[in-house]
């Protein structure tokens, strides 16, 4: 692992109607609209799709880290995230991630060490333990056309 802090970089474009484009070196383009709820056409990734699928990936990812140096034996881990927006102080904004985690484990193993692992690789979680990030905002307006 690299020593930190890390860097990541996304752009995204937009126009007045249509998807946003969303893209980061090396990977492949997303296609990203509105969400159905915010009146969008339902068939892409939202923002909302994407932070709640990072909340359930990072937890595997972490997991995976976490098991390995616990030495656990693992076959797969299914994670299904539901997050909750809602309106707090006139703020729109996820006010719950429910987790459900459903591990399989080598027979051999201890089910309440592959419990403890699970809730450390939660605790451990960068993507649910930046959800209150201060956030930054940097603006540049140009006109059309330059």
Known sequence: MQNFPHHYT???EGQ???SVTTRAEGLETLEIAAPRQFDGPGDKWSPEDLLVACAADCLILTFRA?????KLKWET?????????????RVVQFTEL?????LTIDPQENADKARRVLEKAEKN????NSLTARTQL?????PSGN
């Open 98 to 102: 429910q987790v459900h985690a459903t």
């Open 138 to 142: 940097e603006t540049n307006v140009s």
């Open 10 to 12: 996304a752009r995204a």
């Open 66 to 70: 976490v098991a390995n140096a616990s």
């Open 125 to 128: 979680c960068l993507i649910t």
């Open 77 to 89: 881990l299914v994670c299904e995230v539901t997050g909750t927006l809602d309106m707090v102080d």
């Open 16 to 18: 007045s109607t249509g």
